[in-house]
C-alpha cells in the first residue's frame, strides 16, 4: 500500500528565509511522487513532480523538490520564500503501474513573515 | 485554474434539499475525479470516470450521485444530505487513468455547507 506522511502541521519563516516542507513516503514499487499548493478558498494547484531521472525537480514559482530514495523522502524546498507563498502544501504519491490513485498527506501549512 | 471550473462555489443546503454540483474541463482530459477535502484530512477520493465511465466508487453514501455526460463535465448530485458532509468538493481531470506519470488538475472547489 502507498502512503505519504507530511510529519509538521505547520512551518513558520521570515521572508527571505529558506523554505523547506518536509514529506516521507512508503510504498512497495517505484513512487511517483507530487507536490500542491492550495491557498486559501481555492483548489490545489500543480506545483512538481518526480517520475524518475534526476533526483533534483524543479517546479513553479521557484520552488523545487529533492527525492532521496535511501531516506524515502521528497522535501519540498524554497531558497527565498516569499509573504505569498504562504499556503497549504500537499505531497501525494502512487507507484502502482498504470494506476491513478494518489495518496495524499494531510497537509503542512506554510506561514511566511514578512 | 481556469482549465478546470466548479460552480457554484458556495452552497448552503438543508438536510432535505436536492442540489447538484457541476465541473467543468478544458484540457481535454478523458478522466475526472471528485475528491472531499474536510478540515485536517488528507483529501478523500469518492468518484472516477475514464472517457465517461465510472471506474471508481470509493464506498460513497448513495446520497452522493455522480453523472458524467461527456468527457468535459461532471456533476455531483445531493440528496438529503448531514451536516458532517460539509466540506471542500474537488473536481479534478487529467489525460487518462491508466497512466501513473499524469498530472491531475484540480478546479477551486466547492464548499458545501449542510444545516
Known amino acids: 500500500a502507498q502512503s505519504v506522511a507530511q510529519p509538521e502541521d505547520q512551518v513558520n519563516v521570515a521572508e527571505g528565509n529558506p523554505l523547506t516542507v518536509k514529506c516521507t513516503y512508503s510504498v512497495s514499487g517505484n513512487p511517483y511522487l507530487f507536490w500542491y499548493v492550495q491557498y486559501p478558498n481555492r483548489g490545489l494547484q500543480f506545483l512538481l513532480k518526480?517520475?524518475?531521472?534526476?533526483?533534483l525537480v524543479k517546479g513553479s514559482y521557484g520552488f523545487e523538490a529533492e527525492f532521496n530514495k535511501s531516506q524515502t523522502s521528497f522535501h519540498l524546498k524554497k531558497p527565498s520564500a516569499l509573504v505569498s507563498d504562504s499556503a497549504l502544501y500537499f505531497c501525494?504519491?502512487?507507484?502502482?503501474?498504470?494506476?491513478?490513485?494518489?495518496?495524499f498527506g494531510a497537509g503542512t501549512t506554510v506561514t511566511v513573515r514578512a | 485554474e481556469t482549465g478546470v471550473t466548479q460552480t457554484p462555489r458556495h452552497l448552503v443546503m438543508g438536510m432535505t434539499n436536492k442540489k447538484s454540483l457541476k465541473c467543468e474541463q478544458h484540457l481535454g482530459h478523458n478522466a475526472m475525479y471528485w475528491y472531499k477535502q474536510s478540515a485536517k484530512k488528507p483529501l478523500e477520493l469518492m468518484f472516477v470516470?475514464?472517457?465517461?465511465?465510472?471506474?471508481e466508487n470509493n464506498s460513497v453514501p448513495s446520497r452522493f450521485s455522480p453523472e458524467c455526460p461527456n468527457s468535459s463535465h461532471l456533476f455531483l448530485h445531493l440528496h438529503t444530505l448531514q451536516p458532517e458532509d460539509s466540506a471542500l468538493y474537488l473536481c479534478?481531470?487529467?489525460?487518462?487513468?491508466?497512466?501513473?506519470?499524469?498530472?491531475?488538475?484540480f478546479g477551486p472547489g466547492t464548499r458545501l455547507t449542510v444545516l
Open positions: 501525494a504519491v502512487r507507484d502502482i503501474p498504470n494506476d491513478y490513485k494518489l495518496s
Open positions: 479534478a481531470s487529467s489525460p487518462e487513468t491508466s497512466s501513473s506519470t499524469d498530472t491531475q488538475y
Open positions: 518526480y517520475i524518475t531521472g534526476d533526483n
Open positions: 470516470y475514464n472517457f465517461k465511465e465510472q471506474t
